[in-house]
């Protein structure tokens, strides 16, 4: 019923006053107090709730409800009230005021009640309407904001976790998960909740905000709950969604980026290095490899890390992005973990892939360009140089030779390199160019180096420049025949019987440049001469004597002997 429509309007209140309105033929009624927004008016037949004081035209008080400590509740316009009261009640909005006047032959009439209303008593209701709803009702949602992405909604079955302020119609707070710090965790149409719960939460995606007008006979009807839920209130729920899942629900796999070649994917047994940020449904950022800057590195399949994330890693190509949402049973259960990770919450976590390799990896060698005619291939000791660009797997550039004046050099095998990059240069043609992937065991290891992330694949880009061939493991210089009868005479320039170190090393360059032997290839010849010196120089006098001069050869075989 509009206002419009009330059986006497308020000018005819203006006009009688309501201190003396004299004879009346219907209930006068003054709308004090009408809020901003009315969603509902009560009509006949609506159940209603409301608070009141009754007094006597000289204001002393015959009833009120607030004495009672207890709403009055019941069906308007069936003759349950007395019929001033049904009147003066139809058209009123939740939380509006009235003052109401009812004539006697309206209200107790000419009988009056005993001991409280006299007869022929005209009566004065000061009332709050509090709550209206009727037997048809239905239950009202209203969406107050949604995520523009929602890939699902909640459907009976499915375990919810949700956030909630509960109020009367009136207003009145009763509950709210807020002031617990904690979301309300529930299963939703198994009957844990109250109907109207169950039916309000049906649809709903995470990050989702709703109203819910729950009438009672969808909540907890004419009992009430405990002191806060009176008897047949309706019930207003402001719900946000934190997450939800189903007990049968695997991980959800959302691939971001993949590379356009992925040569290899991701197994059981293979080491991993990613990035990851770790978040709740509702965005909430509970952990991040990035804020430590250091890659989370772990085997997959073998159970070191939470089941959904051994599962959601399987598969992946170096320098892919992931997205891998976790149900609870497949991460931190009930429990959830620390104070950051809530009991059955849902866990996303966007990876970025850095590489991957497995401990039983060999040196991937891939030949980008080799010279024709290649006959002539580096050996194990051999003397190299090659100009290389390192780099991690997904580009971050950590050394080149081409930062500096000259190539790079060493002598293979000689434990001068590490042991990938050592295997990778053997069997290349000078002028030739390879791609090495180099794993971490064949690398620098758990442990890096100074600029390299433990654990890490290398990438190298490798050319090489040039070559001399090697000499034996010990040796300094070999001869390409048999050594001269008399080598320590011939050795021996000036005759005088000892050798100083430029008669050493004179001899020695002759026997190179003669093509008699050769010195172990090295950017510093001189130096290689003046150890062998010192070697065969066994009391560091300065001079070698025809005592001391011996080969290698010689040396090696004594030594049998000795231990013999």
């Not at 030949?367 to 002539?376: A, D």
């Amino acid at each position: 019923m509009s206002p419009g429509s009330l059986v006497l309007l308020l000018s005819i209140l203006g006009a009688l006053g309501l201190g003396d309105p004299g004879p009346l033929e219907d209930v006068v009624i003054d709308r004090y107090y009408i809020p901003k927004i009315c969603l509902r008016e009560v009509q006949m037949g609506d159940f209603i709730r409301y608070h009141y004081n009754g007094t006597f035209k000289d204001g002393k008080k015959f009833d009120s409800s607030y004495d009672r400590g207890a709403t009055v509740a019941g069906v308007v316009g069936v003759g349950r009230l007395i019929t001033g009261m049904d009147r003066g009640l139809q058209g009123m909005c939740v939380n509006e005021r009235r003052h109401l006047i009812v004539p006697p032959h309206l209200g107790y009439g000419s009988i009056g009640v005993a001991g409280l209303i006299p007869p022929d008593a005209t009566l004065y209701f000061d009332v709050i309407m509090l709550d209206i709803w009727n037997k048809n009702d239905k239950l009202q949602i209203t969406t107050l904001s949604k995520p523009e992405h929602c890939n699902r909604t909640v459907e009976n079955s499915d375990f919810v976790r949700y956030h909630y302020n509960g109020t009367l119609l009136d207003g009145t707070p009763f509950d709210s998960s807020y002031s617990k710090d904690s979301t309300y965790d529930t299963y939703v149409g198994t009957g844990w909740l109250i109907k109207g719960m169950d039916q309000g939460l049906l649809g709903m995606c995470a990050g989702e905000k709703r109203s819910i007008i729950i009438p009672p006979f969808l909540a907890y009807g004419e009992k009430g709950y405990g002191t806060v839920i009176p008897p047949q209130a309706s019930l207003v729920f402001s719900v946000l969604l934190v997450d939800f899942h189903n007990p049968k629900d695997g991980i959800f796999l959302e691939h971001l980026e993949v590379p356009a070649s992925c040569k290899r994917r991701a197994v059981t047994g293979d080491f991993v290095r990613y990035h990851y940020n770790g978040t709740l449904m509702d965005g909430t950022l509970f952990d991040s490899s990035y804020s430590r800057n250091h890659t989370y590195n772990t085997y997959i399949g073998k159970g070191y890390i939470i089941p959904g994330m051994d599962q959601g890693l399987q598969g992946v190509c170096v320098g892919e992005r992931r997205r891998v949402v976790i149900p609870p049973h497949l991460a931190y259960g009930e429990n959830g973990a620390g104070n950051k990770i809530p009991g059955s919450a849902v866990l996303i976590f966007d990876v970025h892939i850095i590489d991957f390799h497995n401990p039983a990896d060999p040196v991937e060698i891939e030949t980008v360009y080799r010279p024709e005619g290649c006959n002539i291939t580096t050996r194990d000791r051999d003397f190299v140089r090659y100009h290389y660009n390192c780099s991690l797997l997904d580009g971050t550039k950590l050394f080149s030779s081409h930062d500096y004046e000259k190539p790079q050099e060493v002598t293979l095998g000689a434990n001068k390199v590490i042991e990938g990059l050592n295997s990778g240069l053997l069997n290349m043609c000078t002028g030739e160019r390879r791609v090495l992937i180099i794993p971490p065991h064949l690398g620098h290891g758990e442990s890096g180096a100074r600029g390299v992330p433990g654990s890490a694949v290398l990438r190298f880009e490798v050319e090489l420049i040039s070559m001399e061939e090697g000499v034996p493991e010990g040796y300094l210089f070999i001869w390409h025949g048999d050594p001269p009868a008399s080598l320590y005479e011939q050795m021996d320039l000036n005759k005088d019987g000892e050798i100083p170190a430029d008669e050493f090393s004179t001899f020695i360059k002759t026997q190179v440049a003669e093509g008699k032997g050769r010195l172990m290839p090295s950017s510093d010849p001189e130096k290689v001469i003046a150890d062998m010196f010192r070697n065969q120089d066994r009391n560091q006098d300065g001079k070698i004597t025809s005592e001391e001069l011996k080969l290698k050869s010689d040396e090696d075989q004594e030594k049998i002997h000795e231990e013999l």
